[in-house]
């Protein structure tokens, strides 16, 4: 068992590898090992004689993923593997000067039992070895404050506690960046202290080419961040900050285009601090936008242009890329199509779905998974409040232009079901048409569903489509297939879902984000649905008709019938995800 675990997330950069491998083995501390974790690289045979090279010297284990997932992924799997009293982390990029893993170590065993991070002081530098950023910030004990007013602690800085890091849950792998920030957030939120090297220890390069992590969707994890740890900021009155972070937010997602999500994160950032002039200025120009672009709907809309290598003769998906427990990344020509895909289902207490931080009232008891490197498979049971369930998710790609997903659901007991659901996101930037039913809709933001009994819909562009269909399902008597797409949030939504045909029973939910799909007492509910106005009202309501009023949108009534399934149920849908160029009439 060695003292320090070294923890290395590497994605196609041997080169790089090596001159981090150096560094590592120049340490004056030697009680240490080394875990490279490849993303899935191309360049294979690369690594192993990078590996190879070094693997003489240092103590070091070199592990390859069957598929891409990510730093976040990669920093877990080091992590589990990890068998040294303290982890230090390093990209494959950066490097360390000889005396860190030393000074390091020192302040942790001198200091106190609940001291679970050290970072040094550390430089940026770019392609030409010049120096761009100095971290020169000092701060120890427990105070949050600083941390959460920003991020001073680069990642090729810290050691930390094993124990610590895992006792909080490793890396959260739902970030597409500020992963390393939220670790850092988090230790210190679970009563961890830190403290600091006052020396530089670390470079951190500053470099084109290929990156193991997700900055392109940078500010998507800092509104995960700022979501996530809201109350610690509101624990110390920092109202105005967070309101300014949600407005800092707003601005790059107006900057991208995205004017409907930049207006409802301004909305956060002035309900927090009031008399944010600046909030209400991008408000005003947010708002000002949106109405010019509704009023240029019927002439040209612009959306993103296909690089010029995708022509129809090469047209094909680059491949997949999961995050967590979903798939995040479907290329063309280097382009994310999509946003995460997921699967959900539902009972009258409990909502659940693969995409974390969305579900509710829920607990997973069992999780398999299994990958190969062209496909991925997970198996979960579930409890839910009025059941229990089991299901199987496969997704591969069968050829370049063809990927499918099969999912399975048993009720391992007596289950109640309100629906089954199979999810899919495309990007509105990239497609600005949707398809259902034989009808053509644009993206308006509506929030409402178009859903219809038929076997597949479609989005597309100029240049191509993308097709759903449902290529087999086994759907029980008393539930309906349908398929449904949405405008909404900055995406297309599109569904394969299974509905009852009939209730056994009707429930009443509260789909705000306050109050996260929560059902009235059945009594309630069984005394207001026999009203057949107010049945007429609330069946579906937020599908076919989004609340207006601001009041009741804090509650935002939907009623929902419920169908039991018997234990022993099966349930499946398996379906298609096609490209093919578009017609020269679309």
């Known amino acids: 068992m060695s003292l320090v675990t070294v923890i290395i997330p590497s994605w196609n950069r041997p080169e790089y590898l090596k001159r981090c491998l150096s560094s590592i083995l120049a340490q004056t501390l030697k009680d240490y090992d080394v875990i490279v974790i490849d993303d899935h690289s191309v360049s294979e045979q690369e690594y192993k004689a990078v590996v190879n090279c070094f693997s003489e010297k240092l103590t070091l284990r070199y592990v390859r993923l069957p598929l891409n997932r990510g730093s976040q992924y990669c920093r877990n799997k080091g992590l589990s593997l990890a068998n040294g009293r303290y982890v230090a982390f390093v990209d494959d990029d950066d490097e360390w000067l000889p005396r860190k893993l030393e000074r390091q170590v020192v302040v942790f065993e001198s200091g106190p039992p609940n001291l679970g991070l050290v970072y040094t002081w550390a430089d940026s530098r770019d392609g030409e070895g010049q120096i761009i950023y100095q971290y020169r910030e000092s701060h120890r004990g427990n105070d949050l404050n600083p941390l959460l007013d920003h991020c001073f602690i680069p990642s090729p800085s810290v050691m930390c506690r094993t124990e610590a890091v895992k006792n909080v849950g490793g890396f959260d792998e739902d970030y597409p960046s500020c992963q390393d920030w939220d670790m850092w957030t988090r230790l210190l939120e679970a009563g961890y202290w830190y403290d600091v090297v ?119 998906f680059d491949g997949l890329r999961f995050q967590g427990d979903v798939i995040s990344k479907l290329g063309v020509a280097g382009k994310n199509l999509i946003e995460p895909w997921g699967v959900e289902f539902a009972d009258s207490y409990s909502f659940f779905s693969l995409e974390s931080g969305i579900g509710y009232r829920y607990s997973v008891l069992k999780k398999d998974e299994k990958m190969s490197d062209t496909s991925r498979e997970i198996s979960q049971v579930v409890r839910m409040k009025e059941g229990l369930v089991k ?83 086994v759907v029980p008597a008393n539930m309906g297939s349908f398929m449904y797409l949405k405008d ?99």
């Open 198 to 316: 006052e020396e530089v220890l670390a470079i951190h390069h500053v470099h084109q080419g290929h990156s193991i992590g997700k900055t392109s969707g940078s500010e998507a994890g800092f509104k995960i961040y700022f979501d996530k740890h809201s109350l610690s900021y509101l624990k110390v009155r920092m109202y105005e900050k967070l309101s300014e972070n949600y407005r800092g937010v707003a601005w790059s997602l107006y900057a991208k285009g995205d004017l409907s999500s930049a207006a409802k994160v301004l909305k956060t950032s002035i309900r927090l601090w009031k008399l944010n002039a600046r909030a209400w200025y991008r408000w005003a120009q947010t708002h000002g936008a949106r109405v010019k672009r509704k009023l240029q709907r019927k002439g040209s809309k612009p959306v993103e242009t296909s690089n010029s290598s995708e022509t129809v003769e090469n047209l094909a």
């Open 391 to 473: 299901f199987q998710l496969e997704e591969w790609l069968e050829s370049p232009t063809s990927l499918r997903r099969t999912l399975h659901l048993t009720c391992l007991e007596k289950t109640n079901l309100m629906d089954l659901v199979l999810r899919f996101r495309f990007k509105h930037t990239i497609f600005d048409q949707g398809f259902i039913n034989g009808k053509e809709y644009e993206f308006v933001n509506s929030q409402i569903y178009h859903q219809f009994p038929v076997d597949f819909v479609e989005v597309g562009n100029a240049h191509y489509r993308i097709r759903i269909g449902i290529f087999d399902s």
């Open 488 to 586: 909404a949030d900055g995406s297309w939504v599109i569904h394969a879902r299974m509905l009852p045909r009939f209730g056994d029973k009707e429930v009443i939910k509260l789909c705000s984000n306050l109050f996260k799909t929560a059902p009235l007492p059945q009594s309630i509910t069984n005394l207001l649905m026999k009203s057949t106005r107010i049945k007429q009202a609330l069946y579906y309501r937020g599908e076919r008709c989004p609340y207006r009023s601001r009041l009741v949108s804090l509650f935002s009534p939907n009623a929902y019938p419920i169908a039991t399934m018997e234990e022993g149920t099966e349930l499946m849908w398996d379906v298609r995800c096609q490209i093919f160029p578009s017609k020269p009439s679309d």
